[in-house]
């Protein structure tokens, strides 16, 4: 396999529409934050030790089961284009900060269906991710821990028995792991309760994000939210508590989803039927609109109120349009206004396709 | 003929987008306000002497050779609905004042397919129409006087040989003639020329209505144009005059589309595609959105933007989205969100039946 394959393909596995309440939770997420002992974190690296640390890195890798199988591949940033790396963020496979540098000691491990993915030198020397459709905590978990297990059996890492894995940032400290959902809740937010819920689920020790995470807006009614807390909890307690709130969560949704099927069915219907008109036949579209226009065509769907698109299209499309994947396929740079008009093209032979 | 089958039918002539210049002027219309000497203007006749002024119409009337081969029918407002007058006002027979009373003695005499009718007992006792598609405004003036030949033959008429023709308004004082036609200037208004132009037009002794006449907004870039002025000037040089200003306006709509082609093509076939997009698929809509996206799909059609439908289709919808025309097909009284969603099913399933 290649690096580049996945960045070029179209379709990676999170955005597979069937997988357990995919309806509603898009995918889900486990992040291990790890660190090799002696050595300075990844902001502390210049070239030199930046290059040891890759080479030990590199080492053990090139040890595991998965390299060897050659289901996993390693690239460094100077192989890859900003371009490149732009499009592995808009696939949520690397995070918008990794993407910045070509820096020839940070880089990305994938597997070939992007579900199993390692950054290099990102804010920790490894950040080993595991990204699944739909709710699947417990099986990212029990995946990121076995590539994690693979490593570990090869690397020391910057452990403390009583403080745990030690990380870059304090917030990660204990057991550096991160668990996420990204959920699509469009019935929350059409009858303004979202403000509300989430207000709540702060204070259950949840923080929610936009699209691509840490510091990106809400867009399109998706939501990620993950755990604040990272000590005093097992991993597995972890993963439960999310799960516990992510489908109380679902429930929510759909209670309200039915409600508005009863009460505002015709303003529903509308809203879905014009998202959908003006998708087909927009010339000129920009992403926040695209978005929030494909979340009422989703909503659509799931509802059973449009027929004939599937989830899976729908996951691909929200990738499809942002910047880097839309200058990929035009193989050309493009300026805003030229964005938007290949924005709507794609969008338009996407739905034509479908219909 | 019945006077009902014009009202249910949804076709009138001035539908037809295929006369001279139907695409910028939807249709042309000539008036004629004509009043009985020694009878009280109509706002002054109470019951008995509105039936005596009646009685000599329909006398007159019953002699003419319309009448007489069956091509023109008479109907007083005790036999229409308040539905079926304003029927008769969406489709700009009668004007919305006339409608309103279900007097005995006020009528309409209409031809089979509403190019000729004439107002009994509105503001004047007889006003005479003649309404055709496109630019047709010297037809109109021989149709119209060709009717007001044969009833002056069997009327005397309020005729002042200094002043001419005496009318209940002073405004209509003179040849009694109000020539108009209804113009769309989509690209006027969107390059914000529309109120210059107006102010010149003005300036020429012309008024600009909105699509129902007199007191009625502009809606859909819909403006009637009229001469305000009909005295001191033949019934010739009036409709000369105003042909030659709408043969100006035409020219212009036409350059600034051609213009909006070149300069904004991308954001024209947008706003177009996005209006089609949205009367395809809207389940709710009010009239206003739905005039204003048909003169954009009209724009669209015009220019070959879009393909398929007819000018002679979207003229129909104009007209069988009014309130009456909704309530009549959905044979009963709605309130405005009934009508709405009924408006949006009316252009859904003329929209699919012309694809």
New interface residues.
């Given amino acids: 396999m290649n690096v580049k394959d996945v960045i070029y393909n179209n379709f990676v596995t999170w955005m597979d529409g069937d997988a357990e309440n995919g309806d509603i939770v898009i995918s889900s997420r486990i992040r291990l934050a790890r660190n090799l002992r002696e050595i300075p974190f990844p902001h502390l690296l210049d070239q030199a030790k930046g290059e040891d640390c890759l080479k030990i890195i590199k080492g053990a890798w090139q040890e595991s089961p998965a390299y060897q199988q050659g289901q996993m591949e390693l690239e460094t940033f100077d192989h890859l284009s900003s371009l490149d790396r732009q499009m592995l963020v808009e696939k949520h496979l690397i995070s918008p900060g990794h993407a910045e540098t070509n820096s020839s000691f940070r880089g990305v491990v994938l597997n070939q269906d992007g579900s199993l993915s390692t950054m290099i030198n990102e804010e920790d020397h490894l950040r080993i991710q595991c990204l699944l459709p739909g709710l699947q905590l417990d099986e990212c978990y029990t995946l990121a821990q076995g590539l994690d297990d693979e490593l570990e059996s090869q690397l020391e890492y910057a452990f403390d028995e009583r403080r745990g894995y030690l990380t870059a940032c304090p917030t990660n400290v204990g057991t550096g792991l991160r668990a996420s959902v990204m959920l699509h809740l469009p019935a929350m937010q059409m009858t303004g309760q979202t403000n509300q819920i989430l207000q709540n689920i702060g204070q259950l020790g949840m923080t929610v994000r936009g699209l691509y995470g840490e510091g990106t807006e809400v867009a399109g009614n998706f939501f990620q939210m993950s755990n604040q807390i990272t000590m005093g909890q097992t991993e597995e307690e972890i993963c439960t508590h999310l799960r516990a709130i992510t489908v109380q969560l679902v429930e929510q949704e759909r209670l309200l989803r039915e409600r508005l099927q009863v009460d505002l069915k015709?303003?529903l219907?509308?809203k879905i039927?014009?998202a959908?008109?003006?998708?087909?036949?927009?010339?000129?579209?920009n992403s926040n609109e695209a978005l929030s226009l494909l979340s009422d065509v989703r909503l659509g769907i799931d509802m059973g109120i449009l027929q004939g698109i599937k989830p899976n299209d729908l996951n691909e499309l929200v990738v499809a349009i942002r910047p880097a994947h839309l200058q990929k396929r035009a193989e050309e740079e493009m300026d805003a206004?030229g964005r938007d008009?290949k924005r709507?093209q794609v969008i338009q032979e996407k739905l034509q396709g479908i219909q």
């Fill in positions: 015709y303003q219907e509308d039927g014009r959908y008109g003006i998708l087909s036949h927009a010339r000129i579209i206004t008009i709507a």
